[in-house]
């Protein structure tokens, strides 16, 4: 199985909005709605952020939005904020109790 | 609170295997399931497998499928991930991350609470 793909950077100023891609097939992030996104720091362990697509853990600001169309999933930050500045993955369910990471998106706040 | 706490760094020499282990707290260690996941340095996070709490069921990537073992005591509350036949292409962190179900008790195929992580070094 190979990884999702995701862009490998992505970048915004305070305040704006910035959407991260990752990209599947109709055998994976197309198939189900089974896709979640995990915020890393450098050093630390992830932490999830959405998932079943769009559904976010108690404790997670709701500048962060998750979404899917077609074998693509997003990832939207709104309001941009310092601490934001992370590595992000997504995670599709792929049938048969196996799962995919993507490649990571190392998100910068300009 | 719910938590992990993995076993410490390890350095191992290239053939040799590792176990690390998890040992969980804060909830009921056989409602859950336990995916273990690695990173190498700079690198992706990657999906390993998993292992219900409950009954054992393992589930492995087709990549490791061929050297990696999972176990758990559930009287100690601790998975344990035995990776075999180790090469450089091995040392990286190990991360055991539970898995998150819904209210209905249903698998949503996320990981809610992860563990600090495990350095395993492999090195001649």
């Known amino acids: 199985q190979s990884a999702l793909t995701q862009p490998p950077s992505a970048s915004g100023s305070p305040g704006q909005s910035v959407t991260i891609s990752c990209s599947g097939t109709?055998?994976?992030?197309?198939?189900?709605?089974?896709v979640s996104w995990y915020q890393q720091y450098p050093g630390k362990a992830p932490k999830l952020m959405i998932y079943?697509?769009?559904k976010r853990p108690s404790g997670v600001p709701d500048r962060f939005s998750g979404s899917k169309s077609g074998n693509t999933a997003s990832l939207t930050v709104s309001g941009l904020q310092a601490e934001d500045e992370a590595d992000y993955y997504c995670?599709?369910?792929?049938?048969?109790?196996?799962?995919?990471f993507g490649g990571g998106t190392k998100l910068t706040v300009l | 609170q719910v938590q992990l706490v993995q076993s410490g760094a390890e350095v191992k020499k290239p053939g040799a295997s590792v176990k690390v282990s998890c040992k969980a707290s804060?909830?009921?260690?056989?409602?859950?399931?336990v995916h273990w996941v690695r990173q190498a340095p700079g690198q992706r996070l990657e999906w390993m497998g998993w292992?219900?709490?409950?009954?054992?069921?393992?589930k492995y990537s087709q990549k490791f499928q061929d050297r990696v073992t999972f176990t758990r005591d559930t009287s100690a509350s601790t998975a344990y991930m035995e990776l075999s036949s180790l090469k450089s292409e091995d040392t990286a962190v190990y991360y055991c991350?539970?898995?998150?179900?819904?209210?209905?008790?249903?698998?949503?195929?996320?990981?809610?609470?992860w563990g600090q992580g495990t350095t395993v070094t492999i090195s001649s």
């Open positions: 991350a539970r898995a998150r179900y819904d209210s209905s008790g249903y698998p949503t195929y996320a990981m809610d609470v």
């Open positions: 804060g909830y009921t260690f056989t409602n859950n399931a």
């Open positions: 292992i219900n709490g409950g009954n054992g069921y393992t």
């Open positions: 109709s055998s994976d992030v197309g198939a189900y709605n089974y």
């Open positions: 079943e697509v769009s």
């Open positions: 995670l599709s369910y792929t049938g048969s109790d196996n799962l995919v």
